[in-house]
Nanobody
């Protein structure tokens, strides 16, 4: 069992930056692929970024490539999402997720979820 707790959301102006953190409980953090999803009102939950168990491989949605960076710190059992050059369309609730190596862009393929943190980007 893994518990995930996100932090770092808030209100920021367009062009600004935020860093989201997700602290994971348990000793098996390094066993999981980690991801960040987001869900805007009226839209489906979408995968924003994914990082492999070793941290050596990452995936980004096209909409955030070059602006967002996912990283993980196994010593702190924490995964981060650095978000730069934020746009109003980045406004959403951001969720941290943990999954096995087969976790894909589909939310149903992930095993554990955090409670979410709101990110609001004003124009």
């Amino acid at each position: 069992q893994v518990q995930l707790v996100e932090s770092g959301g808030g209100l920021v102006q367009a062009g600004g930056s935020l860093r989201l953190s997700c602290a994971a409980s348990g000793r098996t953090f390094s066993s999981y692929v980690m991801g960040w999803f987001r869900q805007a009102p009226g839209k489906e939950r979408e995968l924003v970024a994914r990082i492999s168990r070793s941290g050596g491989s990452t995936y980004y949605a096209d909409s955030v490539k070059g602006r967002f960076t996912i990283s993980r710190d196994s010593a702190k059992n924490t995964v981060y999402l650095q978000m730069n050059s934020l746009k109003p369309e980045d406004t959403a609730v951001y969720y941290c997720a943990a999954g096995s190596a087969i976790a894909t862009v589909s939310p149903s393929s992930w095993d554990y979820w955090g409670q979410g943190t709101q990110v609001t980007v004003s124009s």
